[in-house]
């Protein structure tokens, strides 16, 4: 019965990440994480990505700060914060959100303040959905493994 | 895993256990580049902050043997600290970065680094980074017996190279020299340094070659423009006149010649005559091309025409139809084959007015042609595929689709410019019919994924299924005729299907539904669904033409057609996805 309850999470977690992958959210780095996850580090995947919201939604702060600046002249603080955003975005495989940086990116290289703004709004707004999404798919996690556990001592 | 520098231990024990150096300001990477070299096997250590990573190297440089780095970091500038660690340790560096701007690569191999990553990095990538700690370290051995140019040079050749081509043409050659110089490495055991020698001479030369190779191209383009640019307009009709029709060895002689000359004297017949060309007099060409080319022009035409002359083969099929016979080009025998006749001909038809130029264009790049011309083009160009973008305002719904390619191949590219010019029907025509079965399309082409499936339904079966009933029979399969009475009934965009399903050759006209069905089946779990799916919408589908359709005995006709299109459903048809793939 418990068995059946890990089994059937595993396959929401995989119909979740399907999903993303068929949006474009998420892309094959995001697997090449999971495949890094092992016995030595079997929380792998859940703390990068948790450092991944922390230090993103410092530079997100930092860019909203600047894009709403009355004066919005610092286009390379703009750019060295988005460098960063991007590594760490492509990094984990959040595959929108980095192409949206980039588009940011380019927004901030032309000096043009509404194409910025735009951006940053679509950024957030992406983030908060990739945020919301990564939490259910490792809340399903947690569940699994708390299922799949209970059922070791009868397997071995 | 002790760490062995002597080149005559086998290089499968030397990577494990590598020291790795890795510095980035973002923690979420170097993390994950942590990780990613201790699956490599390799000894990590990691920090944040360039001085700290300076301080490490500096307390012991054999601490490690590799380093990679980050290039925007706060407290110091990537290039920077690859310039101390090249200078002062001698170690071989990775820049990595999430921007691959040219210039920057650039300025990384400039400043002396191995590599250049873009982030995110791959493991496979990481694999293979040892080979830099190997070369730096047989390069700095053959610096100790002899002196520093191999070392300089290759990298010298590296560089150059990478001006030479384009940026990823550079990266590639590096890349393939790498491995070369890697498989030299590898082949044998020590004392091969006369080998090593002579690759890195080979290298050099090829190097050289791609510079030498480069620089005449560039040399014959600044020629080129030179020409175009420098001479005075008399002498530049004269280059447009002869350019094409003289052979390679005078053009040189040509354009001396032009440049003595001052502008007045530079007319043409002036100039054959001093430069004593003789077959190609002025008279001559002109009647030989105005035999070809019925069309009178002004003396601008006739330059154009003139210089069109080599353009022969292409002209002559668009002028078969549309302008009277053409005799054989005789004259083209003279003309040679020009370098820049491939350019004067797309910018040659891009002035003639007649359909045939129009169409050659379309050959050309994909552009737009009036179907109403489609008649008067010779065959070949008509089976080619130019098609793709098609406009034609309003009348004829028909005809349009009758060009266009099967929207329902999965490729959204396509499929795109299918979507766009249904919108552009609708506009042209009465709108609102058409927008269901556009937005049906584009969820039609995408391939089955099991959300998606409940969106190929429901705009489809109902517009399909009442195109179907009024004309399916299994014989009329290939028939047109059935549908085109469908078309003129008050339904236009019922219409809109069958008459895609014309276009292509040998389908039977319920490929649209069949193609639906076939991407329920691209997806497992519809398999055992659909028929049910099919029969639950037969009642609602039964409504909905009772409710749309003007035509009584199409509600009648609607479980007639369900059931053909049932049977037609457990047929395989995977031998028409293969068709349509």
Known sequence: MLGLGADRLRADMNRLLAFLFHQGVLDEQFLQLQQLQDESSPNFVSEVVNIYFHESEKLLRNLRGLVLEREFSDYKRMGIHLNQLIGSSSSIGAKRLTNICVAFRAASDQNNPTACLRALELLEHDYCYLKNKLHEFFQIEQQRVMAAGVRYPIQN | ?581
């Open chain 2, 1 to 581: 895993m002790t760490i062995d520098r002597s080149f005559d231990e086998p290089n499968d024990q030397f990577p494990v256990g590598m020291r790795v150096l890795a510095v980035d300001d973002d923690p979420i990477c170097l993390k994950l580049l942590e990780t990613l070299l201790r699956k490599c096997q390799y000894h990590v250590t990691t920090t944040s902050q360039a001085i700290m990573a300076l301080k490490l190297l500096r307390e012991n440089k054999n601490n490690f043997d590799l380093v990679i780095s980050d290039v925007h970091m706060p407290d110091m500038d990537g290039f920077k600290l690859l310039e101390l660690v090249g200078l002062e340790m001698d170690l071989p560096v990775i820049m990595l970065s999430a921007y691959g701007d040219t210039k920057l690569v650039m300025k990384g191999i400039s400043h002396g680094a191995c590599d250049y990553l873009l982030k995110p990095v791959r493991i496979e990538q990481l694999k293979n980074i040892w080979q830099h700690v190997v070369r730096r370290k047989k390069t700095d051995s053959k610096d100790q017996n002899n002196s520093d140019k191999p070392c300089h040079e290759t990298e010298g050749g590296q560089a150059v190279t990478g001006t030479g081509d384009s940026d990823q043409n550079g990266k590639l050659n590096r890349k393939k020299k790498d491995q070369k110089d890697d498989e030299n490495e590898d082949r044998g055991d020590g004392g091969h340094k006369n080998e090593d020698q002579s690759t890195q001479k080979r290298t050099r030369l090829f190097g050289q070659w791609i510079c030498t190779a480069s620089l005449l191209l560039l040399l014959i383009s600044w020629a080129l423009i030179l020409s175009t640019v420098l001479f005075p307009i008399n002498s530049k009709k004269v280059l447009l006149c002869y350019l094409p029709i003289m052979p390679l060895s005078q053009h040189a002689e040509l354009f001396l010649f032009l440049l003595s000359l001052p502008n007045a004297e530079a007319v043409p017949k002036r100039v054959l005559d001093m430069m004593n060309v003789e077959k190609l007099t002025r008279e001559n060409k002109y009647r030989l091309y105005l035999k070809r080319i019925s069309v009178v022009a002004s003396h601008q035409a006739n330059m154009i025409k003139a210089s069109a002359g080599a353009d022969s083969p292409y002209l002559r099929m668009g002028y078969l139809n549309g302008l009277g016979n053409v005799p054989c080009m005789a004259g083209s025998a003279q003309f040679q084959n020009a370098d820049i006749r491939s350019l004067s001909s797309s910018g040659m038809l891009g002035r003639l007015n007649t359909p045939v130029g129009l169409g050659m264009r379309g050959l050309s790049s994909s552009g737009m042609v009036q179907l109403g011309h489609a008649d008067n083009l010779s065959e070949p160009i008509n089976n080619q595929n130019m098609f793709h973008q098609v406009i034609l305002p309003g009348n004829q719904n028909g005809n349009i689709l009758q060009g266009m390619p099967m929207p329902f191949e999965f490729d959204q590219l396509q499929h795109k410019n299918v979507v766009d010019h249904i919108g552009d029907l609708s506009s042209a025509n009465n709108g609102s019919m058409v927008f269901p079965i556009s937005s049906g399309l584009s969820d039609g082409s995408m391939n089955g994924n099991s959300s998606r499936n409940s969106f190929l339904g429901t705009p489809h079966n109902p517009v399909m299924l009442q195109g179907q009933p009024q004309g399916i029979k299994r014989d009329e399969l290939h028939g047109n005729q059935s549908f085109v009475t469908v078309a003129t009934s008050n339904r236009e965009y019922s219409s809109l299907l069958p008459d895609f399903r014309r276009c292509i050759d040998g389908w039977p006209t319920v490929q649209s539904s069949e193609i639906q069905s076939n991407s329920f089946k691209s997806s497992d779990c519809f398999k055992q669904d659909t028929p049910n799916y099919l029969i639950e919408r037969k009642s609602s589908i039964a409504m909905d033409t009772g409710n749309k359709s003007n035509d009584n005995s199409s509600i009648a006709a609607v479980p007639a057609g369900f059931s053909s299109f049932e049977n037609r459903f457990t047929k395989p048809s995977s031998s028409k996805t293969k068709k349509q793939c």
